[in-house]
């Protein structure tokens, strides 16, 4: 089984700043990594799939990057709406989700 | 827009059988997509557990598949899920969700099922 790991599990970042989360797979999984955001009591949010694809409806400042065994999921400008847990999730074979990153606003 | 609404029983007793079920609307369960169930436990965060087309085919994880059964009711345009010999393990948060090339793209609320005598 491929098993994915986010770092870091938790980040606390101002409005304005740049976040970075990173997820690595433990084999080669290509592009087929999708991320998620999950809102406390909501079910998970489809934000970015094959890596560095954005989903409709979802705001630019989102985006994705990487292939191989590194992804990375950045906020350009974190707003207050942004405050949520984020998991990478790769659909190379049967799914597994990372951990989960939970992003807090300072 | 396709919505997805689980439902079943909160409360299960250990050894015995969880069932849900998972009412779509705005949609058909017909259509192209898989139609899949993730949980959420605090302990081992979200898991696949598994996914089944309206062809009756389905994909389930390895690690569930013993216990696991999925079905489609295209007459009541619902799917469900069956896990039996269930533990303390099994309790979670059940999310039913539209998927397509194990991307799940819309996904129900979620129901909370705990595993408890």
């Known amino acids: 089984d491929i098993q994915m790991t986010q770092s870091p599990s938790t980040l606390s970042a101002s409005v304005g700043d740049r976040v970075t989360i990173t997820c690595r797979a433990s084999q080669n999984i290509s592009s087929w990594l999708a991320w998620y955001q999950q809102k406390p009591g909501k079910a998970p949010n489809l934000l970015i799939y094959k890596a560095s694809g954005l989903e409709s409806g979802v705001p630019s400042r989102f985006s994705g990057s990487g292939s191989g065994t590194e992804f990375t999921l950045t906020i350009s400008s974190l707003q207050p709406d942004d405050s949520a847990t984020y998991y990478c999730?790769?659909?190379?074979?049967?799914?597994?989700f990372g951990q989960g990153t939970k992003v807090e606003i300072k | 827009q396709v919505q997805l609404q689980e439902s079943g029983p909160g409360l299960v007793k250990p050894s015995g059988t969880l069932s849900l079920t998972c009412a779509v609307s705005?949609?058909?369960?017909?259509?192209?997509?898989?139609w899949t169930w993730v949980r959420q436990s605090p302990g081992k965060g979200l898991e696949w557990i598994g996914e089944?087309?309206?062809?009756?085919?389905?994909n389930y994880n390895s690690s569930l598949k013993s216990r696991v059964t999925m079905s489609v009711d295209k007459s009541r345009n619902h799917f469900s899920l069956i896990v039996t010999s269930v533990t303390a393990a099994d309790t979670a948060v059940y999310y039913c969700a539209r998927g397509w090339q194990w991307l799940m793209s819309d996904w129900g609320p979620g129901t909370l099922v705990t595993v408890s005598s």
């Open positions: 705005g949609g058909s369960v017909s259509s192209i997509y898989w």
């Open positions: 999730q790769q659909y190379y074979n049967s799914p597994a």
């Open positions: 089944i087309h309206h062809s009756g085919s389905t």
